[in-house]
């Protein structure tokens, strides 16, 4: 996050890291996978206690979904919508 935020760094808000992944991704520097393009979110600097203690959801949907553990290998990300605010009315 230093190039995108480099005050914030990983504390930059979700639309700052959003924009970053794209970018990067778009630019030739993201991961190629069975998800398609995306970048790698590590965590694995926090350790198995504090994951498990302070981010259990995360580490569920990872081991569920993505089927790697956060604690050993970084979680394949790509941005995407976080919630739907309103939508069209006839």
């Known amino acids: 996050m230093e190039r995108y935020a480099p005050n914030a760094k990983d504390l930059a808000g979700r639309d700052v890291v959003a924009r970053s992944i794209m970018?990067?991704?778009r630019e030739g520097r993201g991961?190629?996978?069975p998800w398609g393009p995306h970048a790698k979110l590590k965590l694995?600097?926090?350790g198995k206690?504090?994951?498990e203690s302070r981010l259990p959801g995360i580490l569920e949907l990872s081991r569920t979904f993505a089927h790697v553990d956060p604690v050993k290998e970084p979680?394949?990300?790509?941005p995407t919508c976080h919630y739907?605010?309103?939508g069209i009315s006839d």
Do not use: A, S, T, Y
């Open 23 to 25: 970018i990067e991704i």
């Open 31 to 33: 991961c190629d996978g």
């Open 44 to 46: 694995d600097h926090l």
């Open 49 to 51: 206690e504090v994951l």
């Open 75 to 78: 979680i394949p990300v790509i």
């Open 84 to 86: 739907m605010m309103g």
